[in-house]
């Protein structure tokens, strides 16, 4: 069997030769139906029964792997795909830094690489959750194409985890690959582990800002754990980030999109100040402002996603070999971080200094710190389309200590600028900075489903190129209720 290609013959599409690994084949097997009821129950809510245009991987090399065509997405064929077996790959980092890469797991650290294995299986179906409610709303056939396709690769990457609960952590493995499915994003009784996965996604500005910055976090995640020890899960990761970067391009472009068409639509009308809001509301399009705070919003909740900025979960998992740096292996030091010392925002005496801990321990601020440099990123790219349509308004991240309920700066209020304030301070006006209820209902206000074939809600401005390269008028799902 070609590794890089699928085999569709058994129920679960595959490259990891399940037709001959009975036993894991039949574990999938079992757990599939219940995998479909949440589908049904959680997953997008209406258009089961319509064609989406959608991408399916046949093969992992990068050069040309998936294929398009119109499915319905309970017929999507959800498989395991792990990038190809690198010959003789050893650990990159860690006490075990230079030994082979281990294809089983080591007893000693099952515990911890099951947990990890757990909790980014555990965003997965959040996300597909999380967004349910979204298909009704879309503001053009393109985008609910998009929204399908993220769904449909995300639930793809919740099978991801369950094939490595299943092969390699016996009973308790299938206990967890079960909890998954009973998981729910936001339910009091039974939540998703990490805090942004149970928020809700409003709308389709909340969409895109997750898209960008909650995916974004993903991916750091999915390239740190690509540097793991163990060979699976490494190679597991790798193909997920080939998904992914669909994925972080649906939010960067929706939110270029939805700012393109605001300065567009002030410049018609002769706005110049960007901050008139009631003026710019009234063109029926999202002013600056409105998406400066959501911006605020999404970034903060992200950076939660990266744990502690100090901590030793993340040291032990490094030093075992099992989650490593962003780009590990192009990071030109001793791997292992014996003596290095790492710049840290702390809250001294209330005021945030830069403290130097170890390396070892600062890892989750390292990742976070990567992180906001991808995340500047596109910000630029927004700001360009500002200035050239000739306004003078910049988007930007919010300081680190801004609307935290993880790390350091849980316990304070700050300012999008890093001022420290107190409760009153912040009750009074974090209206100004995070999205209040009046402008979560204009916004709602705006969220009218358009679904005839290239046409946009007047809100946000049509791609610059189609999927696939389709033409601007192309049927992207056929709809059918
Ligand atoms: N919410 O030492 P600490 C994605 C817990 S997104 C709730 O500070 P650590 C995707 C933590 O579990 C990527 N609890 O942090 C995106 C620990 O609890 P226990 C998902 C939190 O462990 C969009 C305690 O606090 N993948 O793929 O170094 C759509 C102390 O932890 C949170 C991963 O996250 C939180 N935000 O790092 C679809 C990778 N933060 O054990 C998909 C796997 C921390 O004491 N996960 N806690 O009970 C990890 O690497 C780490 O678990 C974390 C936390 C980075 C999340």
Not at 12 to 36: C, F, T
Not at 134 to 147: C, E, I, M
Request: proline fraction near 5%; aromatic fraction near 10%.
């Amino acid at each position: 069997m070609n590794f890089m290609n699928v085999d569709y013959s058994t129920k679960i599409p595959n490259n990891v030769n399940l037709s001959e690994d009975r036993q894991v084949l039949k574990a999938l097997e079992g757990w599939h139906p219940g995998y479909m009821d949440w589908w049904g129950d959680m997953g997008p809510e209406g258009f089961q029964q319509s064609l989406v245009y959608l991408r399916t991987a046949y093969s992992v090399d990068p050069r040309g792997w998936a294929k398009f065509d119109y499915v319905k997405m309970p017929e999507y064929r959800w498989g395991i795909l792990l990038a190809p077996q690198e010959e003789n790959r050893v650990i990159p980092f860690g006490e075990n830094y230079g030994k082979p890469a281990w294809q089983e797991v080591p007893g000693e650290h099952r515990a911890t690489l099951r947990r990890l294995i757990v909790i980014q299986g555990d965003t997965e179906p959040a996300s597909v959750e999380q967004q349910r409610h979204l298909g009704k709303t879309a503001p053009s056939l393109y985008d609910l194409r998009n929204l399908f396709q993220v769904n449909v690769e995300e639930g793809r990457h919740l099978w991801a985890m369950v094939y490595l609960l299943q092969k390699y952590f016996g009973r308790d493995g299938r206990e967890e690959a079960d909890d998954l499915l009973r998981r729910r994003s936001g339910d009091a009784d039974s939540p998703r582990m990490l805090g942004a996965f149970n928020e809700a996604t409003p709308d389709w500005l909340s969409f895109f800002m997750f898209t960008y910055f909650t995916d974004r976090d993903g991916k750091m995640q999915l390239h740190s754990l690509a540097q793991s020890g163990f060979d699976p899960l490494s190679r597991t990761c790798r193909f997920m980030l080939t998904e992914e970067a669909h994925h972080m391009f649906v939010g960067e472009t929706g939110i270029s999109r939805v700012v393109q068409r605001t300065c567009e639509a002030m410049r018609e009308a002769g706005i110049t100040d960007p901050t008139d809001i009631a003026k710019v509301r009234a063109l029926g399009v999202i002013d600056l402002p409105t998406i400066q705070k959501k911006l605020h919003l999404h970034y903060s909740l992200s950076l939660d996603l990266f744990g502690s900025e100090v901590s030793t979960n993340a040291a032990n998992a490094f030093n075992a070999g099992i989650k490593g740096r962003y780009r590990e292996t192009q990071i030109d030091d001793d791997h292992q971080l014996k003596n290095s010392t790492y710049p840290v925002l702390k809250l001294v005496d209330g005021v945030i200094k830069r403290v130097d801990e170890p390396a070892l321990t600062a890892l989750n601020m390292r990742l976070r710190d990567d992180y906001t440099q991808d995340c500047v990123k596109g910000m630029l790219r927004w700001n360009k389309v500002i200035s050239t349509s000739g306004y003078q308004y910049k988007l930007t991240l919010p300081n680190v200590a801004f609307h935290r309920q993880i790390g350091e700066f849980r316990d304070v209020h700050a300012t999008p600028e890093g001022v420290l304030i107190d409760d009153a301070t912040w009750n009074a006006r974090k209206n100004e900075w995070l999205p209040s209820t009046d402008d979560g209902d204009f916004i709602a206000s705006l969220m009218k489903p358009v679904t005839e074939a290239g046409a946009y809600a007047n809100w946000i401005s049509p791609p610059k190129v189609g999927i696939d390269n389709k033409p601007g008028d192309f049927e992207y799902v056929k709809i059918e209720t």
